[in-house]
């Protein structure tokens, strides 16, 4: 592979802004020296065109620490930001301020991955080599129509001890290094974690063909009336991520559509898909459709094969509302949705779908205390997806958006840890709503 070759590779990968460190250059080159005539200027726009501007004029060494210097500058100066928090309640805003100070402080993402994809990726590979051992009980609940699912639950202590019910994302369980660690946090503060795994989710084998959904709602109302039952005296709150936020701001706001008493005093979301038909154009995209979205839809495959016998029975004696052998051919998780969740759950189409399912057309409904952290580059959830304006006109919502961040990243340091922001965050608001009382 040749140097030009080799360039390419590097500054796809790296995604350094160049051409916002070249303006930035030029415009204080331009204040400093605006008598010269011509005016200084660099003539370059990208990573590529600053390095072969700068290595015929000086030695490789200066070269790399002038690049070092520039990165840096654009790094202190454009990377590190505090997040933002839109909030129409300023009692909420002096509440987050007193007791979260994370959301207010500048957020430093690990400086040689701070590029969405860099983030997501990298957060799931060190959490792996961090997993944690923690001791858990499992409990299976039947659900009403025979099937059932996995709950496990940690640190279990009192009958009277705050509880926190996570809900992870697609696909995923208690055993995802995210959930892991967040159980371990909590753990510390001593507070009962319990985690809802999906069916067939989490070494959760299906007794019924029927698997899971976003939009329905059904297995976790179930869940939480369990919990309830069992420690009527806990108080209880909710915190989760991507699909599983989708979920909890679906059964929250069904539970004001039809005047039910949601027994969640707070709920945290992180990494929200806000608009449904946002995200899958992103998810479409070239590199994530060959990557985050093949990612999923294998995990998803991997949950049909870990039960081929239950739904080949199921389909000889034409019980199978799909063709179980097209859906172990899909290849993204639209396929999926298409060949699988459209026919089992009842949707004409897509769009269908997604206007029942998308959670920016349910804001207004939102009637509990909700923090939901986004980061602005997440390749689910760009920026210009997140439902700000209708955010401001239901104060129960504190909305705090990072400048970086990817989907459930947030990774920070030079050796990023383990322990993302969101660990902080959790942490943080948890012991604010239990111990300080919500705003």
């Known amino acids: 592979m040749g140097f030009e070759t080799d360039l390419d590779v590097i500054f796809a990968l790296a995604h350094l802004p160049i051409h916002h460190l070249c303006q930035f250059v030029n415009q204080t080159a331009e204040g400093m020296f605006h008598d010269q005539d011509p005016p200084i200027r660099l003539p370059v726009t990208d990573c590529k065109e600053w390095v072969t501007f700068f290595v015929p004029h000086v030695s ?17 100066l454009c990377v590190v ?9 300023l009692a909420k805003v002096k509440w987050l301020e007193a007791h979260c100070p994370v959301f207010f402080e500048r957020y430093w993402p690990t400086a040689w991955a701070p590029q969405a994809h860099m983030q997501t990726i990298l957060r799931a590979v060190v959490q792996m080599r961090h997993a944690l051992k923690l001791h858990r009980r499992r409990e299976d609940v039947i659900m009403s129509d025979g099937g059932h699912v996995s709950i496990d639950w940690y640190n279990e202590v ?16 208690s055993d995802e290094g995210y959930v892991q660690h967040w159980i371990d946090d909590l753990t510390r503060i001593g507070y009962r974690s319990v985690v809802l795994n999906y069916r067939g989710c989490g070494t959760t084998t299906l007794t019924t063909p029927q698997l899971y959904c976003a939009n329905d709602i059904t297995d976790l109302q179930q869940v939480v009336e369990h919990i309830v039952t069992l420690l009527p005296t806990s108080p ?20 004001n559509r039809r005047g039910l008493y949601c027994p969640l005093k707070a709920a945290m979301l992180v990494s929200v898909p806000w608009n449904l038909p946002v995200a899958e154009r992103n998810m479409n995209k070239t590199f994530n459709r060959l990557t985050l979205n093949r990612h999923l839809c294998k995990q998803f495959r991997g949950i049909l094969r870990n039960n081929e016998t239950l739904f080949r029975r199921h389909s000889e004696q034409g019980q199978l509302c799909f063709d179980y052998d097209k859906a172990l051919q899909c290849q993204s998780m639209d396929e999926m949705a298409h060949t699988v969740t459209l026919p089992m759950f009842g949707y004409r189409d897509l769009a269908h779908l997604y206007e029942d399912g998308s959670p920016h057309l349910r804001t207004s409904h939102l009637h509990i205390p909700i923090v939901a952290i986004n980061a602005a580059d997440d390749p689910f959830c760009p920026e210009h997806a997140i439902p700000e304006d209708d955010v401001l006109n239901n104060n129960n919502i504190a909305l705090i958006v990072t400048r970086r961040g990817g989907h459930i990243g947030f990774l920070e340091g030079l050796v990023p840890s383990p322990k993302t922001v969101m660990n902080k965050a959790l942490t943080q608001f948890a012991l604010a709503v239990f111990e300080k009382g919500v705003a």
């Open 236 to 255: 209880l709150m909710g915190v989760a991520v991507s699909m599983g936020s989708m979920l909890m701001i679906k059964y929250i706001t069904e539970c």
């Open 81 to 89: 930001r505090p997040p933002r928090v839109v909030c129409s309640d």
């Open 158 to 173: 009192s009958p009277h001890q705050p509880t926190v019910l996570i809900l992870p994302g697609i696909t995923g369980s």
């Open 60 to 76: 490789l060494g200066a070269a790399v620490i002038a690049l070092f210097a520039v990165y840096t500058c654009h790094y202190l």
